[in-house]
Structure formats: C-alpha cells, structure tokens
C-alpha cells in the first residue's frame, strides 16, 4: 500500500489533474488560513481586553462615605459620614484573616512647582500598600514606607510625567519641590500602564496631608485590599459583613441607601471575564463554523471527484485493479493533497498573526496568536473528514461493476 | 480453454425478468480466434461480459483453462481477469491523462511488475502495434485507430490467456478497421487466443469460427475460411 510505486502513481495522477489537486487544496487551506486567523484575531481581542482591566488589582473594595439619608438611633438624616484613623485600625483589627492591606486615600488637587517650572497635579495621601492597589512600578529610588507614614515626612514619590514636565531631562530624586506652599523631597520616580493620567499623579504620606490640614484624623476613602484566596464568593461575603461593621459604627441604617457605598472590583472583574468568556464563545462558534464549512466544502469536492472518476474506476477495475487498490488509491490522494494544503494554509495563517502584532492596536487586537496544538487539531480534523468524505464514494465506486462504470460517460 | 455448460442469464427489469442468456453451450480451444455474431439484443454483449468476468452467470457453469469461475468476490474477480483477461472496448476506454505507453503499462502495474520493467514491456508491446514513436503522447493526440492498437497494446501487455474484443471495430471507419483486423489476425497467428463480438459480417469473416446467437440461444457454430484483412489495407 504504501509502495514507491503506488506513491509514484498517486503523484502522476495529481500532478495530470491540476485543477481537482487546486480545488480540494485550495479549499482545505482556504479553511484552515481563515480558522487560523479568526481564533487568532479574537485571542487577540481578549488580549487587548486583558491589558485593559488587569492594570489595577482585582482583589479591591472601595469604601466611599456618603450622607444618610433615613434616620437613625436618634441621628437625623443628612449626616455627613467620615471615615478617620481609627476606622482604618477597627477594620485591620476585626478582618485580619480576609485583609491582605489597607490604605487609605486623600485626594487634593494644587500647584506643584520646581524651580520655575509650575503645573495643577492631583496629590493623593496615601499609605504605603497603595503601591499594591495601584501596581505602581517604581523606575527609580522608593516608594512610601511605613516610616514615612508614622514620622509624617515630607517625602514625595511622584510619577513619570510629572518629572518630565517638571525637570525635564534633570534627575528629580532628591530634588525639593513646592507642592501647594508645603517643601517635599522627592524620594522616588514611578511609572503606570494606566495611561497619562496615572503618570501625572503625586504621592505623598496621608498622615502628611492630615498634619497638613489641621492635624485632623480624617481620611476620605479607604481601599482594602483583600486575600485574593478568598474568592469571588469570599470577596462578596467580605463585603456584606464589613458593610455591616461600618454601619453600626457609624451607626447608619441597615436600610439606608446612602450613607456608605462599596464598590468591589471582584464583582467587576467577574462582569469582565463574563465578557470576556461571551467572546470566546462568539469566537468558538465562528472558528466551528469556518470548520464545518471547510468540511463540507471538502466533502462536496471528493464526491465530485470520485463521480467524476466514476469511469476511469471502471477501466482500472476491467484491468485488473482490485476494490482495495481503488479506495486506498482515491484515499491516499485525498489525505495527501488534504494533508499539505492543511499545513500550507496553517503555516501562511500563523505567519501573518505572527506579523501582525501590534499592527492593529487601533482595532483594539493585540498580539494575536493562536495554540499551535488547536490550529494542528483543526487541521487533522478537516484532513480526518476529506478522507472520510472520500471514503464513502470511493467504496461505493470500488463496488461497481465495472462494465456499469465503463458505460458511464 | 473456455468450456461453458448451460449457462442462463436474466435481468430484472422492474417487476418482469428478462432472460438474455437461455442454456448455451461451447468450448474454445487455444489459439482460436472466434467471432460472436447477432443482432443487437441477441445477447452477445452479456455473453462477453460473463466471459470477461464483468458480470455473473445464474446458471451454468464457466470453466477458463480449467479454473473454475464461480461465486467471485470483487477482488478475486479483479485478480482473475488481471491474469487471464485482456480486453478491448469499443469506445477505447483509454485514461485520457496518461500517455499511450502509461496506459500500456497500467494492467501491469496492478499485476505488481517493476517500474522500469513495467515500461519495458510496455514500449514493447507499442512498438508491436506499430505506435513505438507515439509513446510519450495522450489519447487526445491520437487517431481514433491508433488509440484502438494502444488498446489492444495494452490488453497484450498483461500476457493474457484470452483477449476480449467487444466491437473492437464499432468507432472505426472501414479503412482503420481492417487495420485494425490485420493486427488482431497477427496477434492470433502468433498462437493467442481472441474473442471478437461483432454484428459485422465482413469482420467476422476475418475470424476462425463464427457463433451467431439470436435470442438467447446460439443457432449456429461453425468454423470459416479465415479471411486475411491484409488485402484490404
């Protein structure tokens, strides 16, 4: 069966059958080329998609005070609710198990100048786990530490954009800057992915800030960051009972809308990965289309060839061909063309995701690429259902007589 | 070399059966050169087709240098008409993407033979026929009666014990025919053993013995004065 002699044969017949050799190739590649591309394509949307939401930590709750609006345990409605220190040391102290960090945050807006070089810059009063919360990298010297925030330095850390606009091509670290009338010393230089709003912000210890504005114990929002073991179930029961820690601290209304809102990233990062997952089924779907195409396009394709080989059959069965040295020969051609044509397409499809890369940012598709194992899958499929489309004509051809075979014209 | 004894032959044609064959008998010695004559519907066709091992018989019995010939699964049938059977067709039945030497070549290779012997052969079989010059060319380059003499070529090649000739002369005019004759008369008087169906009486003149079959039966069998298609080419 697999003689040189009957390869010898089954190359001179497709060689003298260019058009059929074309037909079935071009087809099987054709399938594979545009399956190769749309699962590419759509890895690379995911991707984009990923780079989009995977910037902050997903394992994050943001506390908010707000004002009540239902009374309370003898407190009227419209109360404006505050978050202070000791909130941040009740939360450390009861959820220690769930907590992986806590900080908090006190946004204030305010010129920033070095030398004669002034910009509005937003600073932010944070503690020194924010650098987790906001995946900060740090490009040179350091971030906040937990000396800073008990000595209440006059460090700054300040973000790659700000030291472009401010110093130019100077070196920032160590240098004093004037942020709102108050001197800092400029101890680190960081970089975000977020964008250019990330890069143009300024750190500076909370407890700074708070000595700032009056020595007040105040703070504005507090972000915890909780074990990311817990789980998305965990995260949400975190939430509820921590939401009913507050309230009764602050002695706020189980009932009441308002007063402190909970925004937790895990209930969007789940939205997100829904999303996500929706689109991978929208992939999954196009790419089992584009193969069932592919297959019944090949399917078609064998069946007119064995019909139309349908008396050519006959000749070789009149001269002696037997049934098995029929089918093998129709099938070795077919698995044949099918096979290279397959990797041909694969091959070309992967070289262009390849090329791609970044190219099409604008479209939102980064690095697309596709498993090598489910672009090889494909192929042997479609190659798999090309012999078995072949099959079934070429046995029911095997099984004419030849004299009927000979007769057809 | 042929025996048949009482050999039946029927179709079915919807609901009613048509019995083509009914009960004929003969035998063909080596070296013979028959001619099967009758008129179209006499049954000649599917005589031929049984003898080639194209068809099956429903009665009777078909001896071929003394293998008996019954009960073939498709394989056996193959292999059987590959090393007793050589055939020629009316319309050719060349492949028309192989060239003439190719198409020579093609029983061998189903034999099993070499390649380099496999065209050997082959050419030498061509260059029997007189077409040596012509092998590298397709059937599409061809005449009409050259395409006839690859046939036979290629029929020979398999070194057959009965070569099979159904209207070798039907697509031919009267000119290539008797062309076509002179060599068959040649291949029979190197000692092979041929069948010839024919309805043309001047072609079956040029045979050994004729059997004329009508309906079914055979109404006479009888040995002629061969004459030689050389005169007339």
Redesign the interface.
């Known amino acids: 069966m697999f003689s040189r002699?009957t390869w010898?044969?089954i190359f001179?017949?497709i060689q003298?059958?260019k058009l059929r050799t074309f037909l079935s190739g071009f087809t099987v590649a054709l399938g594979i080329l545009i399956f190769v591309s749309l699962v590419g394509l759509t890895n690379g949307l995911q991707n984009t998609f990923n780079e989009f939401f995977s910037n902050n930590s997903n394992n994050m709750l943001y506390l908010f005070p707000g004002r009540t609006s239902v009374p309370y345990k003898g407190y009227k409605s419209g109360r404006q609710i505050e978050f202070d220190v000791s909130d941040i040391k009740d939360i450390e102290k009861n959820f220690s198990l769930m907590t992986e960090y806590i900080t908090p945050r006190i946004d204030r807006g305010g010129v920033v100048k070095y030398k004669s070089e002034f910009n509005n810059y937003n600073i932010r009063g944070v503690s020194e786990s924010f650098q987790f919360a906001a995946n900060t990298l740090i490009m040179k010297g350091r971030y906040l530490n937990k000396e800073d925030i008990r000595q209440k330095t006059k460090f700054a850390v300040i973000g790659r954009l700000v030291e472009q606009d401010l110093f130019g091509s100077e070196n920032a670290i160590g240098a004093y800057i004037d942020i709102a009338g108050s001197v800092f010393k400029v101890v680190g230089v960081f970089q975000d992915e977020g964008g250019d709003d990330e890069e143009r912000q300024i750190y500076i210890p909370y407890t700074t800030r708070q000595l700032i504005e009056k020595n007040t114990d105040k703070v504005d929002i507090l972000i915890i960051g909780f074990k990311p073991e817990i789980g998305y179930v965990g995260a949400m029961a975190f939430e509820s009972s921590l939401n009913k820690f507050l309230r009764d601290k602050k002695y706020i209304s189980p009932a009441d809308q308002n007063g402190i809102y909970i925004r937790n990233v895990a209930d969007q990062f789940k939205q997100n990965q829904q999303f996500a997952s929706v689109l991978a089924y929208i992939a999954g779907f196009i790419a089992f289309g584009t193969i069932l195409a592919g297959i019944i396009g090949i399917s078609n394709i064998m069946v007119f060839v064995v019909k139309e080989r349908t008396?050519?059959l006959?000749?070789?069965?009149?001269?002696?061909?037997?049934?098995?040295?029929v089918i093998s020969s129709i099938l070795l051609e077919s698995v044949f063309i099918t096979t290279i044509s397959g990797v041909i397409g694969m091959v070309i499809g992967i070289a262009i995701l390849s090329s791609l890369g970044e190219k099409l940012k604008d479209f939102f598709i980064t690095d697309p690429y596709i498993n090598i194992g489910l672009a090889f899958f494909a192929t042997f499929i479609l190659i798999l259902f090309g012999a078995i489309a072949g099959y079934i004509p070429a046995k029911r051809a095997?099984?004419i007589?030849?004299?009927v075979a000979?007769r057809d014209e | 070399m042929i025996e048949i004894k009482d050999l039946h032959k029927s179709y079915k044609m919807g609901s009613n059966s048509l019995h083509v064959l009914k009960g004929l008998n003969f035998n063909i010695e080596e070296g013979e050169l028959v001619a099967i004559m009758g008129s179209s519907g006499s049954g000649k066709s599917t005589l031929l087709?049984i003898l080639?091992m194209?068809?099956e018989l429903d009665e009777g019995s078909y001896t071929l240098d003394g293998v008996p010939i019954k009960n073939l699964n498709?394989?056996k049938a193959?292999?059987y008409?590959?090393?007793f059977l050589g055939?020629i067709?009316q319309s050719f039945?060349?492949?028309n993407?192989?060239t003439a030497v190719?198409n020579v070549a093609?029983?061998l290779?189903?034999?099993g033979v070499?390649?380099k012997e496999r065209q050997e052969k082959a050419l030498k079989y061509l260059e029997q026929v007189g077409l040596k010059e012509w092998a590298g060319h397709l059937p599409s380059e061809l005449s009409g009666g050259q395409k006839q003499r690859v046939a036979i070529a290629?029929a020979l090649a398999?070194e057959p014990k009965v070569l099979m000739a159904d209207e070798p002369t039907g697509a031919l005019d009267s000119k290539t025919s008797y062309e076509v004759m002179d060599l068959i008369q040649k291949i029979n008087d190197d000692g092979n053993t041929i069948l010839v169906v024919t309805h043309e009486p001047d072609i079956a003149d040029m045979c050994k013995r004729i059997v004329h079959l009508k309906d079914g039966v055979i109404v006479e069998d009888k040995k002629v004065d061969q004459v030689r298609a050389s005169q007339y080419v």
């Open positions: 002699d010898h044969e001179e017949t003298k059958n008396k050519e006959g000749i070789r069965k009149a001269l002696g061909a037997t049934p098995r040295a095997s099984k007589k030849p004299i000979l | 087709n080639g194209l068809d498709e394989t193959a292999q008409r590959n090393k055939f067709f039945n060349l492949i993407y192989k190719e093609l029983p290779y189903y034999q070499g390649r290629r398999a």
